[in-house]
């Protein structure tokens, strides 16, 4: 079944996948093409509409990215967001200038005042705030368009040429920040390109498990399971597609929190699947005595998981192709395109160079956290599972601060044990997105019965977000916080001090590591 498509064209901006989420959201398909495709192949697509992204450039840099001008002459509405508005703008006989000053250039929320009778801005109320980062300015609007917007800083925050369906804004409207950004994509989708809704997370399934099924052929597959929502999700939809050609290993890092390995062992051999549970936690541990700066020990178990898959590969033979549960999120934060590092997510940046697999599959490298947990649902995954918090891949790893021992990891078992289960019994899980505690390398001094202590701070981290990539640290009322800080203290050893991590993302990051 083919679907209108909306195309969403690539200029380098940072927000393009979102934007992109943003019109699947409203029901509409689409795809992310680099700003460099030829016309003939976007033509071939049939869109009903293009979104012009924003981008670093202006568009007179030397460098700067061009669309063939033809692409207006197709009869397809068009979107510009920022950079993407300024290039309309400049192609279409426009004037656009540096901001020589403050005037002009504008960043951040800013109160805007919206032209309502302009269908992008239908229904919606005159004024809000929108996320504004531009630094170039319209000088000079191309003819045909007409302003619809402004800021008090600025008179042409938004154009408009109804008539050939031309909508350009400086602001983001794809961000949270943006009030009804997502309104005003519905509208240019629905009431601009005559969108009818015809696409849905299930129509995402059926596409993915035909594209899985056109790669694997009769090939084998393996998979990293590590019983969280993304691989688990992703093993429903390769079981979905492949069925028995698939294996999936769970390798048991001794990185796990407490009971878990028993758990994921539990929940999943009795799924319809080959399913092998990997006992290595030895090797690991082993690989990452003595190893304290956290990008190296992320390295150190990529790699290893990788030779661990690697090896289960050759006991079942020829084995074709790895897949990967890796998200939108872990592409972005290891660095994508000309995204600084933040973290090597295990399954992406800490790759080793070398990999002995014909290729890897990432079929939800696309989408977010939420859409991950849709598709699960429409796969038919118990809510338990699709709803259950991240865990990273290098496990406590990176929740044990500087070099880890057996020892260390088993006291952290322990305390984060009590710190989920007291959360949970206050029911404050159903408001917290992810929630796990960390022990430091500081050791402080204590007293307990008659004696001094001489042990280790450990601390509760609590976040609330919807993407993970921007969150906020919990309020947790103070009473649930100091029955979790007197039972940690009394039931674990070698812990005397609980502190609570006030810092949200960014500028702090929701892992400590
Ligand atoms: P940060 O610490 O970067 O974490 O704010 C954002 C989210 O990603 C999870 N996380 C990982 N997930 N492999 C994963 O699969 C990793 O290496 C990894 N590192 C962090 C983290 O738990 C949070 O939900």
């Known amino acids: 079944m083919s679907h209108q498509t909306v195309i969403v064209l690539d200029f380098g901006g940072q927000y393009n996948q979102l934007i992109a989420r943003r019109v699947r959201e409203c029901g509409v398909y689409c795809e992310v093409k680099p700003y460099t495709t030829s016309l003939e192949t976007l033509k071939d697509m049939e869109p009903i509409g293009f979104i012009f992204t924003g981008g670093p450039n202006s568009v007179y840099d030397e460098k700067a990215p ?125 009431e601009v390109c005559g969108a009818v809704g015809d696409w849905s997370m299930g129509d995402y399934k059926n596409t993915a498990i035909r594209a899985i099924r056109e790669k694997v052929g009769d090939g084998k597959v393996l998979l990293a399971l590590s019983g969280g929502v993304d691989s688990s999700v992703a093993a429903a939809l390769l079981a979905e597609a492949v069925g028995n050609q698939l294996t999936c290993v769970f390798v048991d890092h001794g990185l796990m929190r407490k009971n878990e390995g028993d758990e994921v062992e539990a929940a999943f051999s009795k799924w319809d699947i080959n399913f092998v549970r990997v006992d290595a936690e030895t090797r690991f541990l082993l690989k990452l005595a003595g190893v304290a700066e956290p990008e190296h020990k992320r390295k150190i178990i990529g790699e290893e998981f990788i030779r661990v898959f690697e090896e289960e590969a050759k006991k079942i033979g020829r084995v074709d192709y790895l897949v990967q549960g890796t998200i939108y999120p872990d592409v972005i934060e290891s660095g994508a395109g000309d995204a600084a590092v933040i973290k090597s997510h295990h399954n992406v940046g800490g790759l080793p160079d070398y990999v002995d697999f014909k290729e890897i599959i990432e079929p939800l490298r696309l989408l977010f956290k939420d859409e991950v947990r849709q598709l699960g649902r429409e796969l038919g995954l118990p809510e338990y599972l699709v709803m259950r918090q991240p865990f990273p891949g290098p496990g406590l790893a990176i929740r044990v601060i500087g070099d880890l021992t057996k020892e260390k990891l088993d006291t952290l078992r322990d305390a984060d044990a009590i710190y989920r289960e007291e959360i949970a019994a206050a029911g404050e899980d159903k408001s917290i997105n992810q929630y796990f505690a960390v022990l430091t390398n500081t050791r402080s001094v204590g007293v307990m019965g008659d004696g001094r202590t001489y042990d280790y701070t450990l601390a509760l981290r609590a976040v609330t977000t919807s993407d993970f990539m921007t969150a906020d640290w919990a309020r947790i009322p103070y009473d649930v916080l100091d029955r979790i800080s007197t039972r940690i203290v009394n039931e674990v050893p070698g812990i005397n001090r609980i502190v609570y991590d006030i810092t949200s993302k960014p500028p702090a990051t929701i892992e400590w590591e």
């Open 66 to 190: 061009h669309v063939d001008p033809a692409i207006f002459e197709l009869g397809v509405p068009v979107l510009g967001i920022c950079y993407g508005c300024q290039l309309m703008a400049h192609t279409l006989g426009g004037r656009v200038t540096a901001a020589q000053d403050d005037t002009a250039r504008e960043y951040g929320k800013t109160e805007t005042y919206y032209d309502t009778a302009c269908k992008l801005f239908k229904g919606l109320p005159a004024e809000g705030v929108s996320w504004m980062s531009h630094g170039d300015y319209m000088e000079k609007v191309p003819t045909g368009f007409t302003l619809v917007a402004h800021s008090d800083n600025c008179p042409n925050v938004a154009i408009a040429d109804e008539i050939r369906g031309f909508y350009g804004v400086q602001f983001h409207p794809e961000v949270n920040h943006t009030q009804h950004g997502t309104d005003m994509i519905h509208n240019f989708l629905y």
